[in-house]
């Protein structure tokens, strides 16, 4: 099998084929054992050539981004900094001696003390799952009052997180809200703010799960752009627009579980599409 560097690379095939156990279970534990010295053994495998052309992997799953409903996509991207600083430095932060520290709603300062910030409170039911309330002191806004005072351009700090869109998704929407592959697709775009090697590998499992057809255009500009910075990017994928948009594609099969774990073909997307026996060529054959 070949990876070729610097591309966008889909691996596809039937479920249960094996796509997960190659780049999650293998490629992926044996590149952190080697660059990291983790100690989880990848699965079995003959031999990995390359390694000295990678200096960095970084694995996008679809974990949640954060565990606590005051983690947030702009608390994870570091989008939340600047906007902090910005606040911080208004003429009426400077004259109640606010600091960006106030303008977080993670520390004592400027949160809500009532609710710590999370503008909402926790009330336990018997027999029942734990109801979320509005906090009755800072009216789910997360911040005191003086810190709410401070305007920039019009808008107060609570305001600003409510109203800046990623896409759909809200700044402050809290990070336990966030599906699995909204979780995935917020970690990219933190991403292209880092400033890495151009060896660096990505693996994303299914990133296109649940996205309308636009989405997945606009999920596929971000790749790009990792892609054209010099990384590369492997993506566990069933979508069809994802795959044929792909520079190099490793097709697994030809069926599911014992029947898996071979390699069909592997090219380009129209190189796949004329394989004999693949699932994914056949379909590709349609849509190319």
């Known amino acids: 099998m070949r990876l070729p560097l610097g591309l966008l690379v889909a691996v596809t095939g039937v479920s249960g084929s094996g796509k997960s156990s190659l780049v999650f279970d293998i490629l992926d534990r044996a590149i952190r054992q080697r660059l990291y010295g983790s100690s989880d053994a990848p699965g079995e495998h003959d031999a990995i050539e390359g390694y000295e052309y990678l200096d960095k992997i970084i694995t996008i799953d679809q974990d949640h981004i954060g565990r606590i409903p005051r983690s947030n996509a702009a608390t ?3 989008t939340f900094t600047p906007i902090r ?5 208004t003429p009426e932060a400077r004259r109640r001696g606010l600091s960006a520290r106030h303008f977080s709603f993670n520390v ?3 949160r809500c003390e009532r609710c710590e ?8 039911m018997h027999f029942l799952p734990d109801v979320e309330v509005r906090c009755p002191a800072c009216h789910g806004r997360r911040f005191t009052r003086e810190t709410l ?3 920039y351009r019009d808008h107060d700090i609570s305001q600003v997180l409510s109203d800046v869109g ?9 990070a336990t809200t966030l599906s699995g592959g909204e979780a ?4 990219p775009a933190k991403e292209l703010g880092r400033r890495v090697t151009g060896r660096t590998l990505y693996l994303l499992d299914e990133p296109t799960t649940g996205l309308h057809l636009a ?4 999920l596929l500009g971000v790749l790009q752009r990792l892609v054209d910075a010099g990384k590369t990017v492997m993506v566990v994928e069933h979508n069809l627009e994802l795959v044929k948009a792909a520079d190099w594609v490793i097709d697994l099969g030809p069926e599911g579980g014992a029947a898996g774990g071979k390699l069909i073909a592997q090219g380009t997307p129209e190189q796949i599409a004329q394989a004999p026996g693949s699932y994914t060529g056949q379909s590709l054959r349609e849509i190319l």
């Open 85 to 89: 600083e910005a606040f911080a430095a």
């Open 215 to 218: 989405d997945t255009a606009r």
């Open 166 to 174: 990623l896409g759909y998704l809200q700044l402050g929407q809290p």
């Open 76 to 78: 994870y991207s570091d």
């Open 149 to 151: 005072a401070v305007r």
């Open 184 to 187: 995935q697709r917020v970690k």
């Open 117 to 124: 910030g999370a503008g909402v409170l926790t009330v336990k």
């Open 108 to 110: 004592p300062g400027g």
